[in-house]
């Protein structure tokens, strides 16, 4: 879903463009529906998140990732690194506070056109 609304998004935007600067008549009138319509598909792509979310030790921790914004590591609602962009990334933190502080926490992900796989392990202190 991310992808694909990105993907098609992204190509009307230039097509309306392209049309636009470059288009005749009718095709001309075109250009500008067709880039609303893939600026609005492109807002929508970044609103969709593909999000895990685990306990661990009275802990929270979750990945996410926005077409928009790359990859997150939240642990206990606190963002600890963020803004990665992609296929294959490594993401590190630490558990801050409480039980198992010091502990680091790494999420490995690995984005495709049609799967996306995260792995979140907790290597201890």
């Known amino acids: ?6 993907l098609v998004g992204a190509a009307l ?3 309306g463009i392209v049309l636009m600067a470059t288009g005749q008549g009718a095709a001309r009138g075109l250009g500008l529906p067709a880039t609303v319509v893939g600026g609005g598909l492109l807002f929508a792509a970044s ?4 999000r895990w979310e685990v306990p661990y030790g ?3 921790i979750r990945f996410e990732n926005s077409v928009v914004f790359g990859e997150r590591l939240v642990i ?3 963002r600890y690194t963020g803004g990665a962009l992609g296929y294959r990334k490594v993401i590190e933190g630490a558990i801050r506070r409480g039980s198992h502080t010091g502990e680091r926490v790494r999420a490995e992900s690995v984005a495709g056109v049609v799967r996306f796989r995260c792995k979140l392990t907790v290597e201890p202190f």
């Open 1 to 6: 879903m991310q992808q694909g609304l990105a």
């Open 58 to 60: 009275g802990h929270i």
């Open 76 to 78: 206990d609602g606190e």
């Open 13 to 15: 935007v230039v097509s």
């Open 47 to 50: 609103r969709v998140l593909v």
